[in-house]
């Protein structure tokens, strides 16, 4: 009998040929056959109205989650970071690849001495606009859309000071420019650098090959700070950072959640000693926070975004 071909479906963007190329060199080496099959998702063809205007989350997923429900691919590789908390009724998390680089970065344009003055700095992201505006209130900033390879170049063709990327994008598809700074004290998204396989609950055979793939610690990092995002937004989107990482056994979780014009921001940190149980941690510093005058941030949130 003919072994089962592996159908990986993806978005056609560089950045996600690139990761789903990643997944099936993997599962070649491990001896299973595969093909890859490139969707043009909603995300990618909506570009003239701000993400969170659009009002759905997961607007870059669906598409291949109704070809993985059709029955068009078997599996899914996506940026983790844009997956809702939530997957659909049938699909399921098969596996999580090694994290990346969490960062983001700033790619400014002339000099990037402009802290001080005004500045105009672009970014679709609410998380990245309020933290941004947060540290540097005399600054605007101003929307952007599209792939990583568009935004570069809407960057190059515009006169703002600069555009805030996550470095892992741009470093996957070899075009992190000179002209860039880490921003080490903004606090990435949920998942941010890490990718995600996604497959058919009853598919015992492709989760099964998929779960050769799960990097453990990655598991367990994406895991509270999606519980953390689960548990604050309640489904709407918001200005949303967490980040776990691990130091010698012990995992230290970084929360923020902020209100949209950068000015309220409400933190939380948390070391979970070696052996501790996480299972719960995301939950915890979510109502930590939710107690501390996040559910009042979130309903003010929640207002602006609906108007
Ligand atoms: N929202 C788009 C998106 N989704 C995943 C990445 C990069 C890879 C990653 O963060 O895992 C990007 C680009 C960016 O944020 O600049």
Redesign the pocket.
């Known amino acids: 009998m003919k072994p089962k071909t592996i159908r990986i479906g993806t978005r056609d963007s560089e950045?996600a040929l690139w990761q789903a190329h990643t997944v099936e060199r993997q599962l070649n080496a491990l001896g299973y056959e595969t093909e890859i099959v490139a969707v043009k998702s909603t995300g990618d063809l909506i570009l003239d109205v701000p993400l969170y205007e659009l009002g759905i989350t997961g607007i870059f997923t669906k598409t291949l989650d109704v070809a993985m429900i059709k029955g068009e691919v078997d599996i899914a590789v996506h940026?983790?970071?844009?997956v809702p908390t939530a997957l659909p009724k049938g699909i399921v998390q098969a596996a999580v690849l090694e994290r990346a680089n969490v960062d983001d970065i700033l790619v400014y344009k002339g000099n990037p001495d402009f802290y001080t003055e005004a500045a105009t700095i672009a970014t679709g992201?609410l998380r990245r606009q309020a933290q941004w505006l947060n540290r540097y209130p005399h600054h605007s900033v101003t929307d952007i859309r599209g792939n990583?390879n568009t935004r570069l170049k809407k960057l190059d063709e515009s006169e703002w000071n600069g555009a805030i990327?996550?470095a892992?994008?741009l470093e996957r598809i070899n075009k992190l420019p000179n002209n860039h700074i880490t921003l080490d004290w903004m606090i990435p998204?949920p998942a941010?650098?890490?990718?995600v396989v996604v497959a058919m609950e009853h598919d015992a055979f492709c989760r099964e090959a998929v779960a050769k793939l799960n990097h453990t610690p990655t598991e367990i990092a994406t895991h509270i700070e999606r519980q953390f995002l689960r548990r604050l937004e309640g489904g709407c989107t918001a200005p949303i950072g967490a980040l776990a990482s691990s130091i010698d056994g012990a995992i230290r979780f970084e929360g923020v959640l902020l209100s949209i014009d950068g000015q309220e921001k409400l933190h939380i940190e948390k070391v979970i000693p070696p052996d501790a149980d996480y299972t719960n941690v995301g939950n915890d510093c979510a109502d930590e926070i939710l107690q501390n005058g996040g559910v009042e941030l979130m309903d003010k949130i929640r207002s602006q975004l609906k108007k």
């Open positions: 950045l940026s983790m970071k844009d992201s990583v990327f996550a892992a994008g998204a941010q650098g890490a990718m």
